[in-house]
């Protein structure tokens, strides 16, 4: 089979020898795919021009796996960028790896999400240049739930269609989004939220850095949902936020 | 496949050899039958020192190098420059360092980095002995020598930004384009930090 050649980043890496690992990649035409990469931490790889590394981008070359459950084989990866300025601080580079556990496990493998990769690039971009992490882990999470057709709606009572106009304001994971104080009772499931966050979005207004934290809450509440459990990086990420700032 | 039926401890040992790293089913069988052609006293000898290293091995009590004593033999040198401290994640990478005889330092091991995809956590690393081994004072530089890697980096971070508090200097090993390497096969950020940290000639 030939080798298809995409644009990727590299979500996870596990060892799987003394010199191979294998690595969890989204690609932006193929999706997400799981790949043995033979001989790729041996110095003198020329396949890989020099390792392999998490939230790296660049251009791959593989040969896709031949049943579900088998892996394909990364056969060239050519690094384009490592978003450095993930690494200046603790909050930005926890953000990277939270958005890189989200994106594989909410993905299926070979399903392709081309602007899905565009989003998790512009995050990563984002992040690099120093932009302020929640707002911009905020939009890609709101993509990639989009993208899985899991799109909260946030700007009106999932129920009754109306703003919310007053306290308290709830969002289910199960309804899909907001419940105002009238409909909030046929819903079991549910988790308070703040009514300025519904009003901001309904207005179609820029969001306060507290109202971001709030968002972040709702998206992670829900993601939470769809999971079963928390993202393993969610704790991590929140000690940082607080320590170096949002 | 046939059904060969080996005797019971000679089917033992090439299961046991098979679970090292890197050894398959045919390297175990050639293993085992190698150590039952061999001597006696060779093979009790082997044994010996596989029971030896799991009894007598053990993690200094400074800075967690393999030690057969409390102390391990670079923390015990009175020779070692106590005061620069260099930061390894695992005693490979120790072995390594040591190796280049650069090193006039003593070491920290960390047993591992930071991995929150892995649910690795700084509470799994020595990171907090290495904060009160900087505490107790009589350290002037800490050289922070983690893999370049996502998650070396994060373990870098994080212990820059616990040990900010102390004042101590934190150093980290230069990065860039390796000896023997080609600019060709180069990936842009060897590139990147090789030009950045480029020196007079």
Request: glycine share 8%; hydrophobic share 40%.
């Amino acid at each position: 089979m030939p080798a298809i050649t995409d644009r990727a980043i590299v979500l996870r890496l596990s060892d799987y020898s003394e010199t191979s690992q294998i690595a969890t990649i989204f690609t932006r035409a193929h999706g997400l795919v799981r790949l043995i990469a033979k001989g790729v931490k041996r110095s003198t790889s020329k396949r890989v021009n020099v390792g392999l590394d998490l939230l790296e981008g660049g251009e791959i070359a593989f040969v896709p796996s031949k049943a579900a459950a088998m892996l394909g084989v990364l056969t060239e990866w050519r690094q384009l960028t490592t978003f450095s300025g993930l690494r200046t601080a603790l909050s930005r580079l926890y953000a990277g790896l939270y958005a890189a556990e989200l994106t594989s496990l909410l993905n299926e493998e070979y399903d392709p999400h081309a602007e899905l990769f565009e989003e998790l690039e512009e995050l990563l971009r984002d992040l690099d240049a120093q932009q302020p992490v929640e707002p911009a882990l905020a939009s890609f999470q709101l993509a990639l739930l989009g993208a899985i057709g899991y799109a909260p709606m946030l700007e009106h009572c999932i129920i009754c269609g109306h703003t919310p106009r007053s306290e308290p304001v709830y969002f289910s994971a199960r309804a899909g989004g907001v419940l105002c104080r009238d409909c909030e009772m046929h819903q079991i499931e549910k988790v308070r939220m703040d009514r300025r966050l519904v009003g901001r979005l309904a207005e179609g207004r820029s969001l306060t850095p507290e109202l971001s934290h709030a968002l972040r809450d709702v998206l992670d509440y829900q993601i939470s949902q769809i999971l079963g459990r928390r993202p393993v990086v969610a704790a991590s990420l929140e000690i940082a936020l607080r320590a170096t700032g949002r | 496949m046939s059904d060969v039926r080996l005797t019971g401890p000679l089917q033992r040992l090439i299961e046991e050899l098979r679970r090292l790293p890197g050894v398959g089913p045919r390297s175990a069988e050639r293993i085992a039958f190698h150590l039952l052609k061999t001597g006696r006293d060779e093979a009790l000898m082997l044994a010996s020192t596989i029971s030896d290293i799991k009894e007598k091995v053990r993690p200094c009590a400074r800075c967690f190098n393999l030690a057969e004593a409390e102390l391990c033999h670079i923390c015990s040198d009175p020779r070692r420059n106590q005061s620069q401290v260099v930061v390894v994640e695992q005693p490979k990478d120790l072995i390594n360092l040591e190796a280049t005889g650069l090193i006039a330092g003593v070491y920290h091991v960390l047993m591992g980095h930071i991995s929150p995809l892995e649910g690795i956590e700084p509470a799994h690393l020595t990171i907090d002995a290495l904060v009160d081994r900087v505490r107790a004072g009589g350290i002037d530089e800490i050289v922070l020598a983690t893999n370049p890697t996502l998650e070396g980096d994060a373990t870098a971070l994080h212990i820059t930004s616990v040990l900010h508090e102390t004042g101590v200097p934190v150093t980290r090993l230069a990065r860039g384009l390796a000896p023997g390497s080609s600019i060709e096969y180069a990936n842009r950020a060897m590139l990147e930090e090789a030009f950045r940290g480029r020196r007079k000639y």
